[in-house]
């Protein structure tokens, strides 16, 4: 069964920073491509960022330069590193997995405001 376990969402100031982690398990991992996308509400799912198995990353036009994606191979894991928050950045946060088919974890909320 495969499983992605998203962690370290909460509230934050604008200009603060936040680390998301997601834990797979049930999968091979080393071969997949792996996203973080966002839903605000009343707005449709987007993507913010991927890597691919071989380390390449792609960002959305708005968090270029403030946030980063990585993969941890051996730990299973992928992180984005989120920096100079805005408001508009206030999302559910999810973790994706792509290989062969599409995996979604839970979500974890991300609140930027003072």
């Known amino acids: 069964q495969v499983q992605l376990v998203e962690s370290g969402g909460g509230l934050v100031q604008p200009g603060g920073s936040l680390r998301l982690s997601c834990a797979v398990s049930?999968?091979?991992?080393?071969?997949?491509?792996m996203g973080w996308y966002r839903q605000a509400p009343g707005k449709q799912r987007e993507l913010v960022a991927h890597?691919?198995?071989?380390?390449?990353?792609n960002y959305a036009d708005s968090v270029k330069g403030r946030f980063t994606i990585s993969r941890d191979n051996a730990k299973k894991t992928v992180a984005l590193e989120m920096n100079s928050l805005k408001p508009e950045d206030t999302a559910v946060y999810y973790c994706?997995?792509?290989?062969?088919?599409?995996?979604w974890g839970q979500g974890t909320q991300v609140t930027v405001s003072s």
């Open positions: 049930g999968i091979n991992f080393g071969f997949a491509t």
């Open positions: 994706n997995l792509i290989l062969s088919y599409t995996y």
């Open positions: 890597i691919t198995s071989r380390g390449n990353t």
